[in-house]
């Protein structure tokens, strides 16, 4: 009987049992350059720790950087500032323009404590001039700069903005939910812009789909006077402020 004659080579495996190729990376992990970057983020922490160690109460006002000056919302955000510094309040912004701007001067105006976080951005976000000497931060890290915000505000204030307002206010709800962070108010100001995102959330997530709970919604609250503001903030604390981790 004849034996079958091969090459010595293994025949092709057929079309379709090929590994998967791995896919081609242009951000291969550079260890030295990840750990030197762990430094820059301690130092980050470490900067707003400083800032913020003689404070005292804080409130983050949030809001839209195209708002200009002389509008409706530019007037709401200066008043809300002012109101919080008038009430001891430290304000905190992100240090930018427009609702930003328009918060920290209020409190400035008012004698209160005026801080800003400010963001490195590719379009260089430039900080506004109604910031406090030695009140500037300064962050490259959108992670670093929102444990700040989170850490050190007594309430979140949010008046009409795009996704950036949105993304912190999504940060702190998420976080009070999941108990990572200490319950504080979430507090909404604009009804006619907000009223149909918490719409949305309440009878769409909440009430139809059953994807949240009614008591995550608890501390969120819609306003359009921000003299408002201060009522529900010391309601929310009656036996006095603290961080929230």
């Keep these: 009987m004849k034996k079958a004659v091969t090459s010595g080579h293994e025949p092709p495996e057929p079309a379709g049992t090929q590994p998967p190729s791995r896919p081609v990376s242009g951000r291969e992990t550079d260890f030295m350059v990840d750990g030197w970057r762990v430094f820059k983020i301690m130092a980050e922490f470490v900067s707003g720790f400083e800032t913020m160690s003689d404070s005292g109460p804080a409130v983050t ?3 839209s950087t195209r ?3 002389g509008s409706s919302e530019y007037e709401l955000a200066e008043k809300t500032g002012m109101l919080l510094a008038r009430e001891g ?9 427009g609702v930003m701007e328009a918060a920290n001067k209020g409190a400035q105006d008012a004698g209160g404590v005026s801080i800003g976080f ?15 000497s030695g009140r500037l931060v300064s962050f490259q890290y959108f992670f670093v700069r929102k444990v700040m915000f989170l850490k050190y505000s007594q309430a979140f204030v949010a008046l009409p903005g795009g996704f950036g307002t949105l993304d912190e206010v999504s940060e702190a709800i998420t976080l009070i939910q999941t108990g990572k ?15 149909g995102f918490y719409d949305w959330v309440l009878h769409t997530m909440c009430e139809k789909h059953g994807y949240i709970d009614q008591p995550n919604l608890d501390f969120i609250y819609l306003e359009d006077d921000p003299a408002r503001v ?6 929310f604390y009656p ?7």
């Design 61 to 63: 006002v949030f809001g």
């Design 67 to 69: 708002v200009r000056p």
């Design 89 to 97: 309040f430290a304000v905190i912004t992100g240090g930018g323009p």
């Design 118 to 132: 400010n963001i490195k951005l590719p379009n260089q976000q430039e900080p506004n001039r109604y910031i406090d």
């Design 181 to 195: 962070s200490a319950r504080f108010p979430v507090i909404l100001v604009g009804k006619a812009f907000w009223s």
């Design 230 to 235: 201060i009522p529900i903030i010391r309601a």
């Design 239 to 245: 036996e006095g402020y603290s961080l929230n981790f």
